[in-house]
C-alpha cells in the first residue's frame, strides 16, 4: 500500500534545461488572461445567466474568492518546484504516486476536454461573424452529430440544430453531422503550439490585446443602456423582483458555466520551465491575471444583465455580440466589432489549454506513469512535440460525437476536483526557508479563526436564509433536493476540518481555498458526478496496468530492496 503514495523530491534541478526559457511576469500575466477571459466571458456566460439569474454575480464571486486563495496555494508550489506539470507534480510531492496519477488524469478533463468545448465556442462566433458578413455554412457543418440530434429529441427551439438533422446528407443510413469550423481551429492551435513558445507568446500577447479592448468598449457602450429594473425580475408567477429570480439554488446550478471562466489560471502554472524566475515570475502573474478577470467579470456580468432580461439568454452561445443584436439594444456596428473579437478572444483560450495538456503529458513521461515518447521534446523548437500532436487528436476526435454541455460540466468538476488537492496538498508541506525575491504564502494559524468563520458563516446564512435550512434534511425533493444533499455533506466535512485545524495548527489560507472549492462542488449534478467517477474509474485501470509498473520511483525502490 504504502507503494501507492511514495513521494517524489523535487529540487531546482529536477528536469531542468529542455525547453526555452524566455517568458517573463507579464507574459505570464497576459497568458492567464487569455486563458480565463474567452469561453468564459464569450459564451458559457450566456447559460450562467440564464440560470442563476442577475443573482450569478454573486457566484462569480464566490468563484473568485475561490480561486485568489487556491492561486495562492498554486503559487506557493510554483515557489517551490519550478517544474512542468502544474497540479500533477505538486499532488506527486505532497501526495504520493497515486493521487499524483489522478490528478493528471483530471487535468486532461480540464485542458483536452475543456478544448472542446472552447473548440465549439469558437465555431460559434465565428459561424454567427460569416453569416453576417454574407457566407452561410450549412447547418450541419457547424454543430455536433450529438447536438443535433439531442435538439430533436428534446423539441428544442434552435432552429439551426433542427435544420442541421434535418438538411443532412445521409451516408450508408448515417447523417452527417460534423463541426468543421471546429476541427480547423483546432488542427491550426495544434500547428501554432508546435511552432515553439517564443512565437506563441507573441501570437498570445497580440490578440489579448485585442480582447481586452472589446469588453471594455462592451461596457463602455452597455453602461448607458443599463436598465436597473433587469436586475430585479420578476419570480415566475408572483408580481415580486427579486436579484435571484430562481433561488439560490438557481444561482449554484450555474456552477459549471461561472468556474469554467476561471479554469484557466492554474493552465499558466505548466510553464514553469519556460519563465525565467518561475519562483518570482509565475505567482505574480497568476495572482495579478486572476484579480484582474475577477473584476472584469463582475462588471461585465452587471452590465449585461443589466441591458437584456436574463430570460432571454437561453441557449444563446454568444452572449456579447446577442445583447447588441436587433431583438436587444439594435447596435449593428457594435455587434460586429463584438463577433470579430470574441474569434480572437476564444483562439487564444484554445492556445493556452492546447499549450498546457503536452507540458503535463511530459511530466508524467518523465515519472514512468506514460510512455518515453511523451516526453519527447524537439531539438530545435523545444517543444514537446509527440504530446502536442496527440493532444490535438484527442481534442479533434471527440468533436465529431460530443456536445458542449455535457463537455462543460465534465470538465468543471475535475477542476474543481485538482483545485481541491492542491489547497490539501498545502497543508502538508514542510516549512522552508524564505528566499528573497520569492513568493511565500504568510502563514495564519487557523486554529481559532477557521472554526470561527465557518461556524459564524453558517449562523450569518441561517439567519439570512432560514427557510433553506429548515428544509435542509429534506433532501427527496426533486428540485432542490440533491442540492441540499450536497449542502449536508459539505458542513459534515467542514466541522470535521475544524476539529483538525484545532488539533493541528492548521494554515488559514489554504484552509480557507479548500472550504470554498468544496463549495462550489455541491452545486454539481449527480450526473456529473457519474461521469466523474467513470472516467477516474478508466484512468485507475490505466495506471495499474502500466504506470504502476513501470513508475521511476517504484523500479527505483525495488532495485533497492533486491
Known amino acids: ?139 450541419f457543418f457547424t454543430c455536433s452529430y450529438s447536438e443535433a440530434k439531442k435538439a430533436v429529441l428534446n423539441n428544442s427551439m434552435n432552429p439551426e440544430l433542427i435544420n442541421a438533422w434535418k438538411s443532412a446528407p445521409v451516408i450508408g443510413g448515417l447523417k452527417i453531422i460534423l463541426d468543421i469550423p471546429a476541427l480547423i481551429i483546432n488542427g491550426l492551435i495544434t500547428w501554432l503550439c508546435y511552432q515553439g513558445i517564443k512565437e506563441s507568446k507573441n501570437f498570445n500577447n497580440f490578440f489579448v490585446i485585442l480582447k481586452l479592448f472589446v469588453i471594455l468598449l462592451v461596457i463602455a457602450v452597455g453602461v448607458s443602456y443599463v436598465n436597473t429594473g433587469n436586475w430585479f425580475p420578476t419570480v415566475a408567477g408572483t408580481n415580486v423582483g427579486s436579484f435571484m429570480p430562481n433561488g439560490f439554488a438557481g444561482v449554484m446550478s450555474a456552477v459549471s458555466g461561472v468556474f469554467f471562466a476561471y479554469i484557466g489560471f492554474d493552465a499558466i502554472s505548466v510553464l514553469s520551465e519556460e519563465t525565467k524566475n518561475p519562483q518570482r515570475d509565475l505567482p505574480r502573474g497568476m495572482l495579478i491575471s486572476l484579480g484582474l478577470c475577477t473584476v472584469i467579470y463582475i462588471v461585465l456580468t452587471l452590465v449585461l444583465t443589466g441591458l437584456v432580461d436574463f430570460r432571454k439568454f437561453d441557449g444563446i452561445g454568444d452572449p456579447l455580440s446577442f445583447v447588441f443584436d436587433k431583438s436587444n439594444l439594435n447596435i449593428p456596428w457594435m455587434e460586429f466589432i463584438v463577433s470579430l473579437i470574441a474569434i480572437v478572444a476564444i483562439t487564444t483560450v484554445l492556445l493556452v489549454f492546447q499549450m498546457g495538456q503536452p507540458r503535463i503529458w511530459m511530466a508524467m513521461s518523465r515519472d514512468g506513469l506514460l510512455p518515453k515518447k511523451f516526453q519527447e521534446v524537439h531539438a530545435t523548437k523545444k517543444i514537446p512535440s509527440f504530446a502536442t500532436i496527440v493532444t490535438g487528436i484527442v481534442v479533434g476526435v471527440p468533436i465529431l460525437f460530443t456536445d458542449k454541455s455535457f463537455i462543460l460540466d465534465f470538465t468543471s468538476i475535475g477542476t474543481i476536483f485538482a483545485f481541491v488537492l492542491v489547497c490539501g496538498g498545502v497543508l502538508l508541506l514542510p516549512n522552508k526557508e524564505k528566499i528573497k525575491g520569492r513568493f511565500h504564502l504568510p502563514y495564519i494559524n487557523g486554529k481559532f479563526i477557521f472554526p470561527l468563520l465557518f461556524i459564524g458563516g453558517l449562523v450569518f446564512f441561517y439567519f439570512y436564509q432560514p427557510e433553506f435550512f429548515h428544509q435542509l434534511t429534506n433532501i427527496s425533493d426533486p428540485k432542490d433536493g440533491e442540492f441540499r444533499f450536497a449542502i449536508l455533506v459539505f458542513i459534515v466535512f467542514n466541522l470535521a476540518l475544524c476539529v483538525l485545524t484545532f488539533i493541528k495548527n492548521l494554515s488559514l489560507i489554504p484552509l480557507i481555498g479548500l472550504s470554498s472549492c468544496l463549495y462550489l462542488l455541491t452545486g454539481m449534478s449527480h450526473e456529473n458526478w457519474f461521469w466523474f467517477g467513470l472516467w477516474f474509474a478508466i484512468g485507475l485501470v490505466i495506471y495499474f496496468a502500466y504506470g504502476y509498473k513501470n513508475s521511476k520511483l517504484g523500479n527505483q525502490s525495488r532495485s533497492l530492496n533486491s
Not at 497515486?98 to 485542458?111: F, N, Q, R
Not at 472542446?116 to 461573424?129: H, M, P
Open 1 to 139: 500500500m504504502n507503494s501507492l503514495f511514495r513521494r517524489k523530491h523535487y529540487t531546482e534541478n529536477s528536469d531542468k534545461g529542455q525547453l526555452n526559457r524566455v517568458l517573463g511576469t507579464w507574459d505570464i500575466v497576459f497568458f492567464g488572461i487569455a486563458a480565463i477571459i474567452g469561453a468564459g466571458s464569450f459564451s458559457s456566460l450566456g447559460e450562467a445567466i440564464f440560470r442563476g439569474g442577475p443573482g450569478v454575480i454573486i457566484l462569480y464571486m464566490i468563484c473568485g474568492f475561490a480561486c485568489a486563495f487556491t492561486a495562492l496555494c498554486y503559487a506557493e508550489f510554483a515557489s517551490r518546484i519550478p517544474t512542468a506539470g502544474s497540479a500533477y507534480t505538486y499532488a506527486y510531492a505532497s501526495f504520493g504516486e497515486l493521487i499524483a496519477w489522478v490528478i493528471g488524469w483530471a487535468l486532461i478533463m480540464e485542458y483536452s476536454f475543456g478544448n472542446i468545448y472552447v473548440a465549439f465556442s469558437w465555431s460559434d462566433y465565428f459561424t454567427s461573424f460569416m453569416e453576417r458578413i454574407g457566407v452561410h455554412i450549412p447547418d
